[in-house]
């Protein structure tokens, strides 16, 4: 695909975002080029054309999974795919009793277990790269990534406790008709151990002290890479069975409309 | 006809297995059996609730093992079900391996940096094994390019590395099957170029029952701990 179709297959994706319709919980993420934070090799990164759930996966609906499938169910899941955290809070293997609340995001889920649920529904966790291009959108921009208010929103949300127990639409609406990226939860992504913060190999992996590496980010110099950094962080920090308090996911979808000249 | 239909077969097959949601069948069919938890009875069961005849405590549910689980626990990598090639071009699911330990290493064989060091310490490892001990252990190179990786190409690998005898086992899988084993292993990797990867150094070592039991992280770190967990197992 010529440089000159690229231009204009992006500028046909920016228009035509707008007019994207919601269908089962999902919205069409129009593919784009952009530059994430990471990483050190840092090139564009192209994303062709997605759904994503419009909102977080909620307790209720992971009830349904969990009754569909036992094999997810607390106290039958293989310790393989989830770490003694997995639902944690749940009562049983059949209710998470009234501590948790119907519309909430789910948390406490390994990635093997959020994986699972979204090829169940015949959808797959989003990429990071993907993630991170949903995420950079405001309200009204595609890219909000170097507006003040927009990262001082994030990093207020890092700060605030508890964020977990709110429900899905609390937060704003983005560009795209998503909703949560921001304010909830975290969220799992299909290659979350792609993230090699410190080069080849990383150190002191036996210590799972370092869930929360973002005190190494001193030496960035602004907000967003300050934002972006703690994200990436974090998901460098993760492990496939770790079931953690405020990590929840979505799901994804490749998109049904293919468009004919796709790179 | 039946060599244009056979692959397409292969095709389904192969589809319906990537596909499919990992539901346990066994956990479905399997029944629930209850017993008295003071086994008043003995070993008797019953199929349904009930308090027992004889200290009328209640009855217990008791888990049924199924074969196929028996000797595997929870945290065996055996509890995966993606299917691998290996470099003579034969499937492989990861299960054949059990009864082995294994040594297990993620690489790429166009990897100019770190890779020949890591397969320069399987190597190490591997000489350390005794010889009347040898066919125990396995040692396995799982790649992290499946693209690049074709099973020719790991094949060609394999003997100019002289890792070609039958201890050596190459594999190459789906990129999001190797993604998902990645995670198992906690080793991280990402394309950096349409040639490169950036990727963990680990050596992971598994016992017989496919748990982890051992994991050298790094470059240059002392082979011994790895050495000395494989001759204990072999034991």
Known sequence: ?263 | MTKKITPILLLFAAFAFLSSCHTNKKEATSKVTYQCPMKCEGEVTYDKKGSCPICKMDLQPIKTKTKDNKEISDLSIYNLPSVWTNQDNQEIELKELKGNILVMVMIYTTCQAACPRLVADMRAIEREIPENKKSKVKLVLVSIDPETDTPERLNKFAIENKMDSDQWIFLRGSEADTREFAAVLAVNYKKISPMDFSHSNIISVFNQQGELVHQKEGLGVDLKKAVDKILELVD
């Open chain 1, 1 to 263: 695909m010529g440089f000159l179709a690229k231009i204009v297959f992006l500028l046909v994706a920016t228009i035509a975002a707008n007019t994207a319709q919601a269908q089962d919980g999902m919205v069409e993420i129009k593919g784009g080029t952009y530059i994430p934070l990471y990483g050190i090799d840092s090139t564009t990164v192209t994303i062709t054309d997605f759904s994503m759930d419009v909102y977080p996966v909620t307790n209720a609906e992971y009830l349904e999974f969990v009754k569909a499938y036992p094999t997810w169910q607390k106290s039958k899941v293989k310790r393989l795919f989830a770490d003694g955290n997995y639902l944690v809070d749940w009562e049983d293997d059949l209710s998470y009793g009234k501590s948790l609340t119907d519309d909430a995001p789910i948390t406490n889920v390994s990635w093997f277990a959020a994986k699972n649920y979204c090829e169940c529904q015949g959808k797959r966790l989003p990429t990071i790269d993907e993630w991170e291009y949903v995420a950079m959108a405001d309200e009204i921009s595609t890219d909000a990534r170097t507006k003040v208010s927009y990262n001082q929103k994030i990093l207020d949300w890092y700060e605030a406790p508890k964020s977990f127990n709110k429900k899905i639409g609390s937060t704003f609406k983005n560009y795209w008709g998503v909703y949560d990226l921001h304010g909830l939860v975290w969220e799992w992504t299909i290659d979350f151990n792609s993230v090699l913060i410190s080069g080849e190999s990383r150190k002191d992996v036996d210590k799972d002290s370092n869930l929360f590496c973002g005190s190494a980010a001193v030496g960035a110099t602004d907000l967003m890479n300050y934002a972006a950094f703690m994200r990436y962080a974090f998901r460098g920090s993760m492990k496939a069975r770790y079931s953690v308090k405020n990590l929840g996911f979505r799901c994804a979808k490749d998109s049904s409309k293919k468009l004919k000249n796709k790179p």
